[in-house]
């Protein structure tokens, strides 16, 4: 039978995601934008970039101005603030949405997302309430209403991970796909290289440098170049100087460390320094991994999957998803978290909605973004998430009374 652990907490995180998604998506029902923002939020950016290639307009797509403008020329006036983030890499993925209706692509994407998490989960099927629990989870939810690439990036690489044992060049290769978002997989190849997986590594390599170079193709030969002088600036001034509700969304100890009022340098040091903790820990695990000659568990995905998300200073709550797959998959192979970590499982499931601004405006009580810049809430629940995760599975000592056969584990 599946765990009631998980279930309990899905079945009570339940009213927040739905507070949350009518919050966010209740606006749009009388009105074409809300906050500047049309339905799909950040879908925009996929499905305009992938227009505008169609149309040959590779400098309107990673010039930030050019961008801006033309989003203007697509939408028209009312239109919010937005940028283009991604690498080349990213188009192989999504130029099929270009020739499409904006709202038919974004019902595609959306669906195709879903399928991909459902796949990476096919080990688990044989408890569907897991499956379910997992596809409906607050993470999931906040990334199919923000219209990002959370789950493409989460799917990518849980299924890589969930296969490395087994389809090791394929596993690679998904891995290697999913760094449109190298921030996201910073942490993986310490797991890889500590665990000695080097067809892993290798297919993954093939598979990011594929990815390069047909977005080049696709995009054109400056596509790279343009990203590099211009874009992935841009991006970084943002992460540094921008203000507003975003810093509620990200679980980044940089990020919490200025909102809080640190210096620059105080704030990178921090970083640097959980980086480094984090890493070590990673390392450690996936060595001894290598050393008892076993195939990578689902808690070893899950001690990886929470790692990251303290140990990389960009990410936000619509990247969460593969946390929900992690424990998802580790509850289905029959994990039993004691209180250490049934709190942080609950945390890290719990933590990409309980965002107060959204949570608070059904009840009709609306405060300006800067009134919680400064409460950096996302990364105080990740961090002890990930110390109860870590201190529950990974503690010398208790480490046996948590693990999973290995006959359980296998992908």
């Known amino acids: 039978p599946a765990p009631s652990w998980l279930l309990a907490v899905a079945l009570g ?33 996929i499905w305009s970039s992938a227009r505008l290639l169609l149309e040959g307009r590779l400098a309107d797509v990673f010039v930030p101005a050019r961008y801006t403008a033309a989003l203007g020329r697509l939408w028209g006036p009312g239109l919010g603030g937005h940028s283009f983030s991604y690498p080349p890499s990213l188009f192989p993925l999504t130029v099929w949405a270009g020739p499409l209706d904006y709202r038919a692509a974004l019902a595609l994407w959306s669906l195709g997302c879903l399928a991909l998490l459902a796949l990476a989960l096919r080990p688990a099927w044989r408890q569907p309430l897991l499956v379910l629990a997992a596809l409906t989870s607050p993470a999931v939810a906040c990334c199919l209403e923000a219209g990002q690439t959370g789950c493409l990036v989460s799917g990518l690489v849980f299924l890589g991970l969930r296969l490395a044992d087994r389809r090791p060049w394929l596993a690679g290769a998904l891995i ?9 997989l910073l942490l993986v190849p310490v797991a890889l290289l500590a665990a000695q997986r080097w067809r892993v590594i290798a297919g993954a390599a093939a598979g990011a440098i594929a990815a390069a170079a047909l977005g080049a193709l696709i995009a054109g030969p400056e596509a790279w170049r343009l990203y590099l002088s211009d874009t992935a600036p841009y991006q970084g001034q943002l992460l540094l100087h921008s203000t507003g509700f975003w810093k509620s969304m990200t679980p980044s100890p940089f990020v919490a460390a ?4 640190a210096p620059l340098g105080l704030a990178a040091a921090l970083q640097g320094l959980i980086l480094a903790v984090c890493a070590g820990a990673v390392a450690w695990r996936f060595r001894a991994l290598h050393a008892a000659r076993r195939p990578i568990a689902s808690l070893d995905i899950l001690l990886l999957a929470a790692a990251v998300f303290v140990a990389t200073p960009y990410s936000f709550n619509y990247d969460m998803p593969l946390l929900a797959l992690a424990l998802a998959a580790a509850a289905a192979d029959g994990w039993r978290p004691g209180p250490v970590g049934g709190l942080g499982a609950a945390l890290l499931w719990l933590a990409p909605i309980l965002l107060p601004p959204v949570l608070l405006r059904p009840l009709g009580v609306t405060l300006p973004d800067e009134a919680w810049s400064h409460w950096p809430i996302l990364a105080i629940l990740c961090t002890l998430g990930v110390v109860g995760i870590w201190a529950s599975i990974a503690i010398p000592g208790r480490r046996a009374s948590h693990a999973v056969p290995a006959a359980r584990t296998s992908p």
Do not use: C
């Open 13 to 45: 995180a339940l009213p927040f995601t739905a507070i949350y998604l009518w919050s966010e998506l209740a606006p749009f029902a009388g009105h074409a934008m809300d906050r500047g923002q049309i339905l799909g939020r950040d879908f925009i950016n």
């Open 176 to 184: 290697g796909l999913a760094a449109v978002k190298p921030q996201l």
């Open 258 to 261: 200025l909102t809080a009022g």
